[in-house]
């Protein structure tokens, strides 16, 4: 019986790769090319290091000698002039002197321009030789150019400037704000020189202190760049010159880092991230990415970047002097200059390496063969089932771990097939149910917008009849004073339910990233008054007090979205008073950073009411989140705060709170609002001065609305001024009007019945005889698609409803060319205005010294509401005084508390002389 056979000894595949090469491979090999690199690396980075050092420092050291020259040589000027040593009023003798220092190369350019407004330059330019242009007394405003030959004598005039006037220069108006030599701010481009140019203006002052005049040298940066185009820094090192906001100056491979204008005489820098050189635009870059900005480079630093897979060495310093130059100097060095040195080192390591790896290679060649077979069935069995053919077995013999592996993919193939099949079905199912909750989802979106769409006309259409008679009797002359302050209230209060009505439709607008603000020009004090107005209604109605307390540094006229701000206040202040039974709510308004284009201000609202607790802090600015008692959260609708939050937001602000239960809460938020100074312009309509008629002949307007109480509203708004109403109740109805009376202007509706007013806009504007009519939409639905589908039907402008008289008036204007006729205020017998617009103060009856003394004194105290009712009750007290009151009223209307001081000073001053 034969033995069996004895069963070959498999080998582990660990010990065929590993032992015979790994060791041999790592040991030769790695050993020693990580000495020769660490050596490399090292000579490189010693070589680049004192390099860049060097090439900067000597950058630095001559480009800040050029920028002296100007500085000395208008020294001696300066010097010569403070000490009496030269008259610079005589400028024959003046114009010798220049002479001599410009033709001796010192400076280019050299000017000087006195306070009286007179001049004297001379100039080295590129066509003429060396030109003087002298603007004496005798010729002013006018400049004559002359040239001068090689001993500085006017041998021909070259033409005459008609007006030049030195002290509006830029070089000159340096100096009188520095009181110190400067730099002008950026290079310019030299008319003479027709090249990049900078000047140095030295202040010249008087025994007195006084300003005399100003010296000024001029600069070519040309000089700076024949400089670095001459200084070598290593083999292809280049050099290039930045100021603070990354602008190029000069380089040592771009001749004219700048866009030249040579029609108009003007220069543009270029950005040092833009340059046409690539290794300027990824240095530059560099930079930003290491630093942040080139602000905070201040001392000298060193860094390093990848470009075109090549190691770059850059060496960043300060050129800074102390008349204002503050750039900064970049020397960039690749790392190819170098490597010389290391050169033959490297060549030593790589004839090592290929030693070893040839002697590994030819045994690894022999090994890999025996492995590489099995591992090839594996590689193609792998292929066909990620190709979809899961039917794969592979048999492999002769490896320990290969057989090993081999049995591991078969059950592995085999498992994957079952579960593939699994997935496929579990998807579909998946599938089907996303698609089917997909379209739920769509469907409620859809249901949604249009909901808001909705709702949204028809709350508005009822609040344009409330505002819209508010405004109308507002314009009454019957009404008394006190009842029109009332109405004031009706329409500020209506106003405010307008915006919370808004609420929704703006948290549509956020959750679709869709909300933008609208900034304009306002008067800030009396858009305060009016939010702090509406507030102390609602805390006289709660039982608490309300504090103003506004920064007396406050702007007169700032730009911001009027609608925007106050619905963030009154969103703070409402849910303030809301959450206080006892003790008060302030509002303080305070400029933290005064400028003269902006200004930093900080709304701050501050109650003494039940508070939020610590845990509760995080969710109050959460959509549809309300905190705190349960019954005070059924007043509003969670919305406010987080509609605030993102308008605040959209300001560059942030809404932050501090509160502690029981003791109160503090909201407050900084934002920057540039200053307006023509807001009496943009708003002349709402300044105080009531719109009564307009010049030249009747217009026509035609109303076409199916609601009467929106055709009400206009008709009862323009019929007073003279305006011809006509009416119609739907599209066809108002089509047939135009036909008949061609009136001068159309207000329609959109949602009417017969014909709406996209069909009426397109029958006239497909109409030859009416395609011209002008036609303004008028329409609750206020989103922004339908404001555009009614100008892309045909509509010349939109008009929101509720209407604002305001804006109703200014469409009006434009589409109408109307000059508005506005009433100003008269005796009983014939007109007397003032340069105010109010009456003549010898032709009014005034109430006794101590009523005057009184209001005086609320006027001095800046207390408007209290100031007000005391008027009002003089005036219901006796009818004699209705004209003065009538004055006070329409002043503290428009905030005018210094008018109303100087006036009630001049009534007591008349009233004691009448005695």
Avoid at 176 to 183: E, F, L, N
Wanted: charged share 20%; proline share 4%.
């Amino acid at each position: 019986m034969p033995l069996p056979a004895k069963p070959k000894r498999k080998l582990s595949l660990r010990s065929l790769l590993i032992v015979p090469f790994v060791l041999q491979i790592f040991a030769a090999v790695g050993l020693t090319g990580y000495i020769s690199l660490r050596n490399g690396q090292k000579a490189v980075n010693d070589v680049a290091s004192q390099l860049r050092h060097e090439m900067s420092d000597r950058l630095n050291l001559q480009v800040l000698n050029y920028l002296k020259e100007p500085y000395i040589a208008g020294q001696v000027i300066v010097a010569a002039a403070q000490e009496g040593q030269l008259d610079v009023t005589d400028f024959t003798k003046l114009e010798r002197t220049l002479w001599r220092l410009v033709s001796q190369n010192t400076v280019e350019d050299m000017q000087i321009g006195l306070s009286d407004g007179t001049s004297i330059a001379v100039e080295d330019t590129l066509d003429d030789g060396i030109v003087s242009r002298i603007s004496n007394k005798a010729r002013l405003p006018q400049r004559l150019f002359y040239q001068l030959d090689d001993q500085g004598k006017r041998i021909a005039l070259l033409k005459t400037q008609a007006k030049f006037d030195p002290r509006p220069r830029p070089w000159y108006q340096v100096v009188q704000k520095a009181r110190k030599p400067a730099w002008t701010s950026q290079p310019y481009f030299g008319s003479s020189s027709k090249t990049a140019s900078m000047s140095l203006s030295q202040p010249i002052y008087k025994n007195d202190g006084t300003l005399l005049g100003v010296q000024k040298s001029t600069f070519r940066i040309v000089k700076i760049h024949r400089f670095l185009s001459e200084l070598k820094v290593g083999q292809t090192g280049q050099t290039f010159i930045i100021d603070r906001s990354g602008n190029l100056i000069a380089s040592s491979t771009i001749k004219q880092p700048y866009i030249l204008d040579f029609k108009n005489e003007e220069l543009q820098q270029i950005p040092a991230v833009k340059a046409e050189s690539s290794v300027i635009r990824t240095t530059a870059q560099a930079i930003l990415d290491r630093f942040g900005n080139f602000n905070a480079i201040q001392q000298s630093q060193q860094l390093d970047f990848m470009l075109d897979n090549q190691r770059q060495f850059v060496q960043v310093s300060a050129i800074q002097d102390e008349q204002g130059i503050n750039w900064l100097s970049v020397v960039v060095v690749p790392e190819s200059d170098f490597m010389a040195q290391i050169n033959a080192n490297t060549r030593s390591t790589i004839l090592l390496c290929l030693g070893a790896l040839a002697a590994t290679t030819a045994l690894g060649f022999l090994t890999s063969r025996w492995i590489t077979k099995p591992i090839l069935q594996l590689q193609k069995a792998s292929q066909a089932i990620s190709s979809g053919h899961l039917d794969q077995t592979v048999q492999v013999q002769g490896i320990y771990e290969l057989e090993s592996l081999a049995d591991s993919f078969n059950q592995m193939a085999g498992q994957l097939k079952t579960s593939f099949v699994e997935l496929e079905t579990r998807v579909e199912e998946r599938t089907a149910e996303l698609q089917a909750a997909k379209l739920v989802a769509d469907r409620a979106n859809q249901a949604k917008s249009e909901f808001l769409a909705n709702m949204s006309h028809e709350l508005r259409t009822p609040l344009n009849g409330i505002l819209g008679y508010a405004q109308i009797l507002n314009r009454s002359k019957a009404l008394p004073i006190k009842e029109r302050h009332g109405v004031e209230i009706i329409y500020q209060c209506g106003s405010h339910l307008l915006t919370l009505i808004n609420d929704v439709l703006d948290l549509s607008k956020i959750e679709a990233r869709k909300l933008e603000l609208a900034p304009k020009a306002i008067h800030f004090p009396s858009f305060l008054q009016g939010v702090a107005e509406i507030c102390r209604i609602r805390a006289d109605q709660q039982g608490i007090d309300f504090v103003y307390d506004p920064d007396p540094q406050l702007p007169q006229g700032i730009f911001a979205d009027e609608k925007r701000l106050r619905q963030v206040l009154l969103n703070l202040l409402g849910n303030a008073i809301k959450f206080t039974d006892n003790g008060a709510v302030t509002l303080k308004v305070a400029v933290t950073k005064p400028a003269n284009l902006s200004s930093r201000i900080k709304f701050q609202v501050e109650d003494t009411g039940v508070g939020i607790a610590p845990d509760q802090l995080d969710k109050i600015f959460q959509a549809f989140e309300q905190v705190g008692d349960r019954k005070r959260q059924a007043e509003g609708t969670g919305l406010g705060l987080a509609i605030s939050q993102r308008i605040v937001q959209l300001m560059n602000g942030q809404i932050q709170v501090k509160s502690q239960p029981g003791v109160g809460s503090d909201f407050w938020f900084e934002v920057e609002l540039p200053i307006a100074t023509d807001w009496a312009q943009q708003n002349s309509i709402t300044t105080g001065k009531q719109i009564i008629g307009y010049a030249g002949q009747r217009r026509s307007i035609l109303v076409v609305d199916d609601r009467w109480e929106n055709r009400a509203v206009l008709v009862n708004l323009l019929e007073p001024l003279g305006f011809q109403l006509v009416e119609a109740e739907n599209g066809q109805a108002g089509l047939e009007k135009i036909r008949q009376s061609q009136p001068d202007l159309v207000i329609t509706d959109l949602a009417m019945p017969v014909m709406d007013g996209f069909e009426l806009l397109k029958q006239i504007r497909s109409s030859n005889d009416l395609q011209h009519q002008k036609i303004i939409v008028s329409s609750a639905s206020v989103a922004q698609i339908d404001r555009q589908m009614s100008l892309d039907a045909g509509g010349n402008d939109f008009l929101a409803k509720p209407v604002e008289i305001s804006e109703l008036f200014n469409l009006l204007a434009a589409h109408l060319a109307l000059k508005w006729n506005y009433e100003t205020a008269s005796n009983d017998s014939q007109p007397s205005t003032t340069t105010t617009g109010l009456q003549n103060p010898e032709a009014i009856i005034l109430p006794d010294p101590l009523a005057l003394k009184t209001l005086l004194e609320l006027a001095q105290q800046g207390n408007l509401k209290r100031l007000r009712e005391y008027t009002e009750q003089i005036a219901d007290a006796n009818s004699r005084y209705a004209d003065f009151a009538a004055q006070i009223l329409q002043l503290a209307r428009q905030f005018k508390v210094e008018e109303i001081e100087a006036l009630l000073k001049q009534y007591l001053t008349q009233e004691k002389a009448d005695v």
